[in-house]
């Protein structure tokens, strides 16, 4: 009886660590300084800014990323690229329309992995359009989560975002350090 007692136990112990190296670990985004960051030519200038309002769920498994998900999302209105004239206009219709489209979001729908850094396919929406994005990216653990960082390219134009002009660049490259916590 007692034989019998002790294999149950190794078999729901082995059980158990089998289930929970594969379980999902949840985590949340934090909304830091520099967490969303993006740079576009401006009259042959680099241009800086940043967005806030950091917020949505990322589930998370090292061991087995095709079953990770990220679900994140900023607040279109938080622009700031350091002059507030610009980021007023930046606000209007013509480019953000934040009062209409308030939140940027980006689901994804794949994660593949990579010996260091792996690759994330998924949906970016900013001012009520959705392009399937695909970028790499880097989860290193900390503390009390993981660091995400990546970074990616688009076309502001694709999004409906200003028009063509001689003296703003089309592409705009975005660079998160995306630190999530349990």
């Given at each position: ?18 289930f ?21 030519k ?42 507030d ?34 690759k ?63």
């Open positions: 009886m007692m034989k019998n007692k002790c294999i149950l136990s190794a078999i729901v112990l082995c059980c158990f660590v089998a929970s190296s594969f379980a999902l670990l949840a985590l949340r985004p934090v909304d830091s300084d520099n967490a969303v960051t993006f740079v576009i401006n009259f042959g200038i680099n241009t800086k800014g940043e967005l806030k309002g950091l917020k949505g769920n990322i589930q998370w498994n090292e061991e087995n990323m095709a079953a990770s998900t990220i679900n994140v999302s900023v607040e279109a209105s938080t622009i700031n690229t350091g002059i004239a610009r980021d007023k206009d930046l606000k209007k219709e013509e480019y953000f329309n934040t009062d209409k489209y308030p939140v940027i979001s980006f689901v994804s729908t794949t994660i593949t992995p990579g010996s260091n850094t792996h994330v396919t998924g949906n970016l929406t900013m001012k009520g359009v959705t392009k399937t994005i695909t970028f790499p990216f880097t989860a290193t653990k900390t503390a009390n989560g993981y660091l995400f960082s990546g970074s990616f390219t688009i076309n502001r134009l694709d999004y409906g975002i200003g028009k063509n002009s001689m003296v703003l660049n089309d592409d705009v490259d975005v660079t998160l350090k995306v630190q999530a916590v349990q």
